[in-house]
């Protein structure tokens, strides 16, 4: 596309962007019974993506243009790693017995062995997609899509400047992304509607479940607060205080990898975005263990959200929706990989007699994230909503360095 665009100031196109979401948002929580019907089939999140992407496809915004996904990726997106992971509670999620987490983690192992398969499979009947290693080979958009499945947007952004995938085959990855992936939500909603019945077939015991209920809403009852300016400063200092630090410390260690151990390319460690978001991730993680953590009482995850949801927008401003009709074999290529993950998924629930509950929030806290994992857990009850934040933040903390593993696989397997 041409910068013939009828909005070429990011200002004005960042605006737009604003209120688009603004406008997600609002009729997304609308008593309005139009608004409840339409939501329940159109889930937020995809227009989120979508809106944005009519802008750059009709031409309104020249999206490859635009340095808004820039500015999103490198400072919202760190940003927002760490107020999503300082909140991870280690202990609460341990405590849910290890079913829940050994589900989360099938569907993170489903996700990773997933993808090469499924680019193994498709590629016996479109040879074309492997063999390619220049920016828009099918294997580095595939790395993105393992980002966004096992952790979330923050680390589908994370693989696509990480592993340097072109902007072509990445916005086709992000539409496969969002249709499959919402598809699967819907059948994991449906399913939490007959939950009761399949559990009892299944034989799961539910006991940690319920009281688990009871705990999360105590917490809830007993420590949320309404945040203060003091509140909202602090979640600002430390979101961007780690930022600042993380490219200070990636400023200097891309550069030095590359200068005395060029051979380290291949894992990614010359790339600077990539020292960006482990540093990140890990300062995250040990601010958990610490005070800092309380911080997510006054809202910190809700504000990391606002900050997803821009870089969802300008992801969206990235996408060309007429692209979706040229490339059926790669929604192929996602619906092989979604089937490998709920089949291991489901059988190892059968394996383990795990409550579908687990099963569900497991694949919805890899392949949806933060952003729709509470939705499925909701489904089952208001108070568990918190359990799918929780196992979605634990994707975040592993969403970076389990999405760069299936990368180095699909490496392999693309030749």
Request: overall charge neutral; some cysteine.
């Amino acid at each position: 596309m041409t910068t013939s665009a009828m909005v070429s100031n990011d200002a004005t196109a960042l605006g737009l962007l604003a209120v688009i979401l603004g406008f997600v948002f609002y009729t997304s929580s609308s008593p309005h019974p139009f608004w409840q019907k339409f939501y329940k089939f159109i889930p937020a999140l995809l227009l989120c993506y979508f809106l944005p992407s009519l802008l750059n496809t009709f031409g309104v915004v020249d999206g490859h243009a635009s340095q808004l996904y820039f500015v999103a990726s490198r400072y919202l997106l760190p940003a927002c790693l760490v107020l999503l992971i300082l909140s991870v509670d280690l202990k609460a999620i341990l405590g849910l017995g290890p079913k829940a987490v050994i589900m989360f983690l099938t569907g993170t192992l489903g996700i990773v062995i997933g993808g090469p398969i499924a680019l193994l499979l498709v590629s016996m009947i479109e040879p074309s997609l492997i063999g390619n290693n220049g920016p828009d080979a099918v294997w580095r958009g595939m790395t993105t899509l393992a980002g966004s499945w096992i952790g979330g947007g923050a680390n589908q952004a994370a693989m696509k400047e990480i592993y340097e995938v072109g902007g072509e085959i990445f916005s086709v990855m992000v539409t496969v992304d969002v249709i499959v992936a919402n598809i699967w939500m819907a059948v994991l909603l449906f399913m939490a509607s007959k939950a009761k019945e399949i559990d009892a077939k299944t034989g799961a015991d539910t006991t940690a479940i319920e009281a688990l209920k009871q705990k999360v809403e105590k917490y809830h009852a007993e420590n949320s607060r309404i945040p203060s300016l003091r509140d909202i400063m602090m979640i600002v200092a430390i979101g961007f205080g780690v930022t600042g630090f993380a490219h200070f410390a990636a400023d200097f260690l891309g550069p030095f990898f590359e200068a005395n151990y060029p051979w380290t390319e291949d894992y990614s460690l010359t790339s600077k975005f990539f020292w960006l978001v482990v540093i990140v991730t890990t300062v995250g993680l040990g601010l958990s263990f610490s005070p800092v953590r309380h911080v997510e009482a006054a809202g910190a995850s809700k504000i990391a959200s606002a900050f997803l949801y821009i870089l969802v927008a300008t992801i969206g401003l990235h996408m060309d929706v007429s692209k979706i009709m040229d490339t059926p074999i790669y929604f192929l290529v996602g619906i092989v990989w979604m089937i490998v993950h709920a089949g291991l998924m489901l059988l190892v629930a059968k394996l383990i007699k795990a409550p579908l509950f687990y099963m569900a929030v497991g694949s919805q806290a890899n392949v949806g994230g933060a952003a729709s994992a509470p939705v499925v857990a909701a489904a089952f009850h208001p108070a568990l909503a918190p359990v799918g934040v929780l196992l979605a933040v634990f994707g975040y903390a592993l969403g970076t360095y389990m999405a760069w593993l299936c990368g180095q696989f699909l490496q392999v397997v693309a030749g």
